[in-house]
């Protein structure tokens, strides 16, 4: 008989069961209370807690929740690696929901905070996710009475399709609910996962000696013959049974039966012999087996060979420990929490894992049940906790996949993270990381992308003042290119004076207030070098683009303005004037350092006045036609000749374009609140910008200065000038004079860049202001945005399509999408704001800008009595300079006092509030007179003479013989060759013979006499006699 093998499958399979699948025995109702920490809190606190308030995937990202899924399995496998346990929490308090992440080291050290949050935002792009340490779960877990377990681990796959799980369900299903819940997992030691894995490797072989044994049978025969003196035959045959029976034994998978066996064997050999030669031989064998398996232990294996491959995944990304538990104020929250979880938790599958399940109780003061360890299951030593891969656990505990309150899902475009050009120029500010800043990685603005225009814009408050007040400090501290800013409104600018960089060395003028900083332009004023056909188009443009002139009325305006510099004695086909040449005929600019080259130009006053005279008398209009032609532009001429304005626009000061770019220099223009008037002034100031480059084109010029940028200019919500409007024409009949004056605008500003001068747009609402601007602006600093037509208007320009331009949405204050010349995609960068800032006072800007708005060629008050006393006040000055050159020196004194009463009665009449010095008077009568000398019947083509202005004011302030000889012996000069005596008289001679005609006076020597001295202050008898004996003589020759 052969050797028997016993075996025990009963101990076999009890074992397995209880270190396979311990789960099955959790049928205590206390068991919450028996298997969990009475005191888990210290253990809870322990936690760094990470705010989770969103996620950023690209925008090109179809499947989000299979990206948080695969990021959230790539921190298991970080945390795996570096020992540390993982928390997941949503919380629910007071309405307040929130979602964090933490993160706790077996080996705490004092360097885990960083090293967590480098972790975290290295593997979960988007906003900065940094730790709270005033927050802790069981401060979360405060206040709740009912919590639970659940236990289970997912399905990962179904029909070769992954499976989803979804905590935003679990999250809507608590809408209203104070919860906690929590989702702890801690990773098993490699030298755990090597005994777990061994003693499974154990289990497995023991389930497979008793899983299958086999019954046989084998029959066998052999004959043989023999002839050779010996013959003999042999016959054997045997039998063999091997049987399991016995009694059944009660396991937790039913009756399992005991084994035996049993063996019987037979022989019997015959032989006779016989001496012959001959031998025959037969051999015959039959053999039958059956196999028997032992189901339980089959099944058992099965989960022990899963297991094994878990295990052998957890080598490689993590196998953790796993507590599913949560906190709630009531108990129909428990009951939802885990329903909903346990839901999502269970999906159909073919392999015997862990089943969901959960347990609920009163917490009993605990924050949260936290399992603790209750058998020597090495395997599975908490049976209330989940021991899963690192797939599983991302599957189960990876954020919510979609938007929940406290928790969003944001789609972020793919930019790009590197500058385009070397690191030179202006640092902008930190390229970002889906809004992270990314150390040592700069953006950087050259001086030729200044120099090739910005488009700087964004909403209020999103951070372009501050992009912009880091240009210029940049600009200021390398010290070598000015800037220029137009501010239409706010006076923020002015707080750069805060900055130790600028140190009072910033000018600020404020348009449109004269009792702080104000400052003179005159627009006609053609600086050196220009062409008065090429500024007179640019003014034709100013007035159309500023003002909503129709009709015939910019025809009128531009004739109108050809007028007026004729008038005032320019040559408009030569270019000249007879003040700016010499004794030889040319140019001689030397006359521009003069004072009395301002009164060469013609003002607004002049503008309005003649515009007034060629409707009235020059055109054909009649009727109600004319006076709502001539309304419509006389009182738009008005408005910018008088206050604040006036003083601005209405004035033959001009400060000086050169001062005004070779210093740092603010304009504000809040004081300005009409629209029209800040667009008026912003292309005034282009337009001299302009020119003033133009003459000093280095293509033309070799010697006018370096190449490259030379000043930098702002404009604020440059709309208001640029208009996005039509620059065609709306119809055959109709032209567009508005459209065609912006686009000469632009223009102006795309010429700038090859003159040095640089220009930064700056605008709230991209859709308002023209796209040429957009297209000739080299780099792009696009703030927030928020209007659909906002974004998909420099989507384009950003090199991105509109879905992407959504993202301009979502950028934070100080963030801008930035794209420059040599970008594939733009860069998002977090622009720095390292500007100080506080409030500067209007009486600083006034003490500080007193050395350069205290000196001007009139005071402001002079020009309100001209603009008072207007055409009254002209006669009396003409009277006023008859007298002063043809009276005798003795009577100059009562001659002054006489005009200054009067001018002081007129001025009574007329009810006028301001006060007046005594300096007002005479500045009045000198301003009066060199625009008698400057045009009309009073203007030779003679160059002013030097100081001319000074005489007159000299002799109006002390009236003397001296002063008298020396204003004479200018004006011989002035008027040569006829001495200024035989002028004046000749003056007189003809504004009386002109009144007479005009008037149909009488002829008598009285009357005539009469009409004489009317043109002089004081009685001049000599002076009378003399002139009325050549206008008798003259009228005879007529009646003749």
């Known amino acids: 008989m052969s050797e028997v093998i016993q075996v025990d499958p009963e101990r076999t399979i009890r074992d397995s069961v209880e270190s396979l699948a311990p789960w099955w025995n959790l049928n205590d109702k206390n068991i919450l209370q028996t298997q969990t920490e009475n005191n888990p809190r210290s253990y809870l606190d322990s936690y760094y807690l990470f705010p989770w308030n969103e996620i950023s995937v690209n925008s090109d990202c179809d499947d989000v929740p299979g990206f948080i899924n695969e990021r959230f399995h790539n921190l298991l496998a970080a945390a795996s690696h570096s020992g540390l346990s993982v928390v997941l929490l949503l919380s629910s308090k007071n309405g307040r929901n929130e979602v964090f992440l933490g993160l706790k080291n077996q080996s705490p050290t004092e360097n885990d905070r960083i090293h967590f949050e480098s972790i975290v935002n290295g593997i979960f792009p988007g906003k900065k996710i940094t730790s709270r340490e005033s927050i802790c779960i069981s401060a979360l877990a405060e206040g709740y009475e009912h919590g639970g377990v659940v236990t289970g681990a997912p399905v990962l796959k179904k029909d070769d399709e992954k499976q989803r799980f979804n905590l935003s369900s679990v999250a809507r299903s608590l809408y209203g609910q104070d919860y906690l819940l929590a989702i702890l997992s801690r990773p098993i030691s490699e030298t755990d996962k090597k005994n777990s894995f061994g003693e499974l490797i154990q289990i497995r072989d023991r389930l497979h000696a008793v899983a299958k044994q086999t019954v046989g049978k084998e029959t066998g025969s052999v004959k043989s013959d023999s002839e050779n003196s010996t013959k003999g035959s042999s016959e054997t045959s045997g039998h063999s049974v091997g049987v ?48 028997r398996q032992n189901g339980y232990a089959l099944e058992l294996e099965k989960i022990a060979e899963q297991y094994i491959k878990r295990v052998i995944q957890g080598f490689g990304s993590g196998y953790w420990e796993t507590t599913i538990t949560f906190a709630t104020k009531h108990k129909m929250a428990s009951d939802i929490l885990a329903g909903a979880f346990a839901g999502e938790l269970s999906k159909p599958g073919d392999k015997l894992l862990p089943p969901p399940r959960f347990f609920l109780d009163n917490l009993g003061g605990r924050a949260l049940f936290i399992p603790k360890a209750n058998s020597s299951n090495s395997i599975f030593p908490k049976s209330l906790s989940s021991y899963i891969t690192s797939e599983e656990l991302s599957l189960i505990s990876s954020p919510p996949t979609e938007s929940v309150p406290g928790y969003e899902i944001q789609k972020i475009p793919s930019l790009s993270l590197t500058d385009s050009a070397s690191r030179v120029g202006i640092k902008l500010g930190s390229i970002t990381d889906h809004g992270n800043p990314i150390p040592n990685n700069d953006l950087f603005i050259s001086e030729a992308d200044l120099n090739k225009h910005l488009f700087i814009c964004g909403l209020t408050g999103s951070g372009k003042t501050s992009t912009v007040k880091h240009i210029l400090k940049s600009l200021a501290q390398a010290g070598d290119t000015p800037f220029l800013v137009l501010e239409s409104a706010k006076r923020d600018y002015r707080q750069l004076l805060a900055d130790d960089v600028f140190n009072d060395k910033l000018s600020i003028f404020t348009i449109g207030d004269a009792g702080v900083s104000p400052i003179r332009f005159n627009p006609f004023y053609i600086q050196k070098g220009v062409h008065p056909l090429v500024h007179i188009d640019y003014l034709k443009a100013l007035f159309n683009a500023s003002f909503s002139l129709y009709g015939p009325m910019p025809s009128i305006v531009e004739k109108c303005l050809h007028l007026i510099y004729i008038k005032k004695g320019w040559d408009l086909t030569l270019g000249t004037h007879p003040n700016f040449l010499n004794r030889a005929g040319n140019f001689d600019e030397n006359q521009y350092s003069l004072i009395e080259h301002y009164y060469c130009f013609p003002t607004l006053t002049d503008l309005k006045d003649e515009v007034d005279f060629y409707i009235q008398n020059k055109l054909n209009y009649q009727g109600e036609l004319r006076d709502n032609i001539r309304t419509a532009i006389v009182v738009r001429l008005e408005s910018l000749c008088v206050g604040a304005k006036g003083l601005m626009f209405n004035t033959h000061d001009f400060f000086s374009i050169s001062d005004l770019l070779s210093k740092n220099t603010i304009l504000e223009m809040e004081s300005l609140a009409d629209d029209d008037d800040k667009a008026f002034f912003v292309g005034l100031v ?176 002079t020009y309100e009595i001209a603009s008072s006393l207007n055409d009254d006040g002209k006669e009396l000055v003409v009277r006023l300079f008859n007298s002063l050159v043809t009276q005798r020196p003795d009577e100059l004194k009562d001659l002054i006092v006489k005009a200054k009463s009067e001018v002081l009665r007129q001025l009574t009449l007329m009810d006028v509030s301001f006060r007046i010095n005594e300096d007002c008077f005479s500045d009045y009568f000198v301003l009066q007179i060199m625009l008698l000398l400057s045009r009309g019947i009073y203007c030779r083509k003679n160059p002013f003479p030097n100081n001319l202005k000074k005489l007159l004011l000299d002799i109006l302030n002390n009236p003397s013989e001296k002063q008298q000889i020396e204003l004479i012996y200018s004006l011989n000069n002035l008027w040569k060759p006829a001495p200024a005596h035989e002028f004046i008289e000749n003056v007189v001679e003809n504004l009386s013979l002109k009144y007479i005609r005009d008037k149909g006076a009488q002829s008598g020597l009285s009357e005539i006499e009469s009409v004489i001295s009317s043109f002089l202050l004081v009685q001049n008898q000599k002076l009378v006699t003399k002139v009325s004996l050549k206008i008798q003589c003259q009228m005879e020759v007529i009646r003749v």
């Not at 009660?250 to 006779?272: L, Q």
């Not at 031989?281 to 196999?291: D, G, R, T």
């Not at 370096?706 to 109709?734: C, P, Q, Y």
């Open 244 to 291: 399991t029976f016995g009694a059944g034994v009660p396991t937790p998978f039913g009756f399992i039966g005991a084994g035996g066996s049993y063996n019987h064997n037979e022989s019997k050999t015959t032989t006779e012999s016989t001496s012959k030669g001959t031998t025959h031989s037969e051999q015959e064998s039959k053999s039958l087996s059956m196999e």
């Open 686 to 861: 282009l337009v001299l910008i302009s020119e003033y480059r133009q003459k000093e084109n280095p293509a033309v010029n070799p010697g006018m200065g370096k190449r490259g940028l030379r000043h930098f200019m702002v404009i604020e919500e440059a709309h208001r000038l640029l208009k996005n409007v039509n620059t065609e024409r709306t119809s055959e009949m109709m032209g567009n004079p508005k459209g065609k004056a912006v686009e000469v605008f632009c223009n102006i500003l795309a010429e700038m860049r090859s003159l040095g001068q640089g220009v930064a747009v700056v605008e709230q609402i991209p859709s308002k202001i023209s796209a040429d601007v957009i297209k000739n602006s080299n780099t792009k600093i696009v703030h927030r945005l928020v209007s659909k037509d906002d974004q998909s208007l420099l989507a384009a320009s950003l090199s991105i399509d509109d879905m992407d331009a959504l993202y301009l949405n979502r950028l934070t204050t100080g963030h801008a999408l930035c794209h420059k010349e040599g970008m594939g995609r733009p860069v998002e960068c977090k622009v720095l704001n390292d500007v100080a800032s506080h409030a500067v006072s209007d009486s600083r800007i006034k003490r500080l800008m007193s050395s350069l708005t205290g000196h001007s060629t009139h005071d402001y008050r």
